[in-house]
């Protein structure tokens, strides 16, 4: 068991997940050599599918329907799942005045808009001193531009989430913004942000200032990618606070902030060289008065709190399926009925039972084949076509694709399927010879 | 249709002896003390409808199990046969003609005239599919191999079913009301045929008819009434 265990493990994954879908095809594969040995039906089978196209043809859709629904389903979960990991990829620890770790996440990784407790400016002071942060960047939302949302940030930031900019420089005053990949800004266009963001935005609340775009974020791949980015030191002062530094600082923006002048900020992000560091932080960052958390644990929680909806939508399919599948076993045995005179000539001439039970089969058999063919392009179609709509709708690039997964369902569905073939088979070698040839 | 160089064939000769035949319901439907056909030789079996005419050729052919009685054909009694042991008789020894031709109507010529081809063992399949072949060729259906069935004309279709017939190179042609759906010019022409084979190549045909200027064509007719056979020509 061991040799097999450490030869098992010792595969290419791409060859275990073959072989995985050769073991699940196995039991249909087995069942079609055993029921055609020594015959040749494959001219009646055409016959029989050329005979009834159009019943032939809805049932062959009504199987790829069903195999694409769980196929797309399975596949899109995962896409999205994958998609908002991705877009979380980039935010290690998360520091923030104590509340809800999901409405932090959700308004500083996704940039859904909500209200959060600001953390002072001593606060972030303690963080980004501390000999193991290599990044604390305040991260400041709540204005938009054109529905896309405004955030006050560094420019270490842009360069820790996007890497080189695509176009242009990264913002060096605070009425400059970097926008993001598919931001609906273009290079030298010059905008007032709105306060607040979609139909309650105030368009007028920022009157009098402006921002600059002079240069494109690379896609990331996240809600990020439809933001535009702004020095925080521009978010406060259009709100008409201090802007994070003193006076005598000038036109000084970024790094280090004057925790005097320093008007709050709903997150930081932080960073450091190890990710026992990182741990370190959110250990020592977790305390009464501000919490620390990893995005990408929160997910996690997320994604298991929504395990039950998983299942549910699994089994949905699942259940979609069999019916499906008892459907059309039970149509099956109707249409076999139709060939019922076709079936008994062949007995009449000389065919055995046995004959009759693989034309049937492989009649049978064709048809699931087909439908789950069909199933498994269209449930790819619509895996892609949904992430589209889930991508546009939410930035965050959702690439749903058919992978071994799939296929593996796919096979299993297509063996049970086979082994189910020989009911609808038997039923027809069971029948009245001379009452089928007469009527 | 012209029958040319049918070759030799031993025909098997018909014993039938007590020969009850029943419905699902228990009900008789044919009794037959005994009955004698010669190998090689042609019967007509006529009568009016529901006489029990069909449902005596579906016994000698294996396709009814009677109730009690013996058909043997050249020592072999089919009445005591399994079912599997039946079938492989008929594949093996019996041509079948059926009153509607019952052919697969989207296959071609060739496919419904070697349609036991699919189900015979591999080493025969060629030598099945040629013999069909062979014959679609005599009956003038050479050409028409592909060509699918429900474009056939009436005498086509009827042609491709006896080239179907003659495909396992039977001893036996057993043919049940063949010219029911035939006008009257090729009804005559597939009988002269039929009984022109059984003569050049010795098989043992018996056909099924309610037609009496047909049957006088075949070297002997019985004449059924009420399941019994109640007129002989030989008697």
Redesign the interface.
Known sequence: MNSFGDFWAGLPAAAQDILVVALLLLPGLATGLIVLRGYAPGRLVRAMLRRFSVSNGIFVCLIAVSVAIGVGLTAQERGLRQGSARAAAAFDLIVAAPGSEITVMLAAVYLQPSDVPLLTGDQYTQIATDPDVTLAAPIAFGDSYDGAPVVGTTADFVTHLAGDLADGRIFATSAEAVAGAFAPVALGESFTPAHGHGATAEDAAHAGSSYTIIGRMAATGSPWDRAILVPIEGVWEVHGLANGHAPAAGDQIGPPFDAAYFPGTPAVLVRADALWGSYALQSRFTRPDMMAFFPGTVLAQMHSLMRDVREAMSLLAVVTQVLVTVSILAGLVILTRIFARGLALLRAIGAGRRFVFAVVWSYSATLIAAGSLLGLGLGWLAAMGFSHVITARTDILVTASVTWTEVQLVAGFVSLTLILALLPALAATRRQLLTDLRN | MAVLDAGQHPGLPLVVTDLDLRGIDGRPLVSLPRLNVTAGSSLAIRGPSGAGKSTLL?AF?G??TPAGGRVVWGGTDIAGLS??AR??F???N?G?I?QDF?L????GAL?NAS?????A??AE?AALRDRAASWLNRFGLGQAGTRRADSFSGGERQRVAVA??LS?DPAVILADEPTASLDRATADRLIDDLVALSQDSGRTLIVVTHDATLATRLDRVVTMADGRIVEDSDE
């Open positions: 579906h052919s396709l009814v079912d599997s079938t492989r008929r594949r093996q019996v079948l059926f019952l697969f109507e989207e296959l496919d349609l036991s081809a699919a189900f063992p591999r399949r179907r017939a396992n």
